[in-house]
Nanobody, 123 residues
Framework: QVQVVESGGGLVQAGGSLRLSCAASGRTINSLTMGWFRQAPGKEREFVATIGWRTGTTDYLYSVKGRFTISRDNAKNTVYLQMNSLKPEDTAVYYC????????????????WGQGTQVTVSS
């Protein structure tokens, strides 16, 4: 079993930056793909970014490419999401996910989920 805890959310003005952190515990995450989803008010939860465990290959939701960067520190069992040039439409609860077993955009493809951290971008 893996416990997943996000941190780093908050309120920021448009154009600002935030860095989210996600700490996984319970077992090593070195062999597990990790990622982020988000859910805006009244909308479905959507895939944001993922990072592979072997090569560190990354992939992003089209609307965040060039603004968000996902990275990981296997020694610390932690994954990060650096968010720059934030927009009001980035406002959402951000969820860390661990352990991909299928298609990355599918919610059911991830084994472990965090509780989420709120990100609010004011205009």
């Amino acid at each position: 079993q893996v416990q997943v805890v996000e941190s780093g959310g908050g309120l920021v003005q448009a154009g600002g930056s935030l860095r989210l952190s996600c700490a996984a515990s319970g077992r090593t995450i070195n062999s597990l793909t990790m990622g982020w989803f988000r859910q805006a008010p009244g909308k479905e939860r959507e895939f944001v970014a993922t990072i592979g465990w072997r090569t560190g290959t990354t992939d992003y939701l089209y609307s965040v490419k060039g603004r968000f960067t996902i990275s990981r520190d296997n020694a610390k069992n932690t994954v990060y999401l650096q968010m720059n040039s934030l927009k009001p439409e980035d406002t959402a609860v951000y969820y860390c996910v661990v352990g991909l077993v299928g298609t990355q955009e599918d919610l059911g493809s991830w084994k472990y989920w965090g509780q989420g951290t709120q990100v609010t971008v004011s205009s």
